[in-house]
């Protein structure tokens, strides 16, 4: 096998390895429940997905139970809202979202509590304690940095090799 051969097989397997790694699983979605996780009865509560990256579905889960589903239909959204209302004791449980993107479907979310109360509690707007949000865009930024420049290191060592290759012949 020559240099090249192995220069070039070397570069598939990277690329090969990479482009699978990108591919085995979704980064999870956060969850928030607005206007908390303490529901007066005979009010309403909206669940609040977000997801790192666009969407085809969002799906929104009390235990292992579906309770339903949202289709993306606009470029670049990120986000689903899931109305439930009236609750009612039935209504209380714990409430998970997960999303599809292509035939992939990410992990869960964390896990919210929803309870509801006889009595009548103060709507806040507060960010839910306890809830992490979505990571922001200025991470996913960094990352892809990173990713960029170990690519760009490695077609540099690649190039070196085929130059070096090339000289000797």
């Given amino acids: 096998m020559s240099l090249h051969s192995a220069t070039v097989v070397a570069l598939v397997l990277c690329l090969g390895w990479t482009i699978n790694t990108q591919q085995e699983s979704l980064p999870s979605p956060s969850i928030l429940a607005d206007p908390g996780l303490e ?3 005979g009010h309403s509560v909206k669940f609040v997905c977000t997801s790192p990256s666009e969407y085809d579905t969002f799906r929104l889960k009390k235990g292992s139970t ?6 993306n239909v606009l470029p670049y ?3 689903a809202i899931f109305q439930i209302g009236p609750v009612n004791e039935d209504t209380a449980g714990s409430y998970q979202c997960l999303y599809q993107k ?3 479907w990410s992990q869960c979310s964390e896990t919210l509590e929803l309870k509801v109360t006889s009595e009548d509690v ?3 707007s507060d960010p ?3 809830v992490t949000s979505a990571p922001t865009l200025q991470s996913y930024k ?3 940095g990173v990713c960029m420049a170990l690519a760009g290191v490695v077609f540099l060592v690649l190039g070196a090799i085929i130059g070096e290759a090339w000289y000797n012949q």
């Fill in 122 to 124: 103060p709507h806040t």
């Fill in 102 to 104: 292509e035939s992939m």
């Fill in 128 to 130: 839910v304690p306890g």
């Fill in 66 to 71: 579906r309770i339903m589903d949202v289709e």
């Fill in 39 to 41: 529901i007066p009865q």
């Fill in 77 to 79: 959204k990120k986000q």
């Fill in 142 to 144: 960094v990352w892809n």
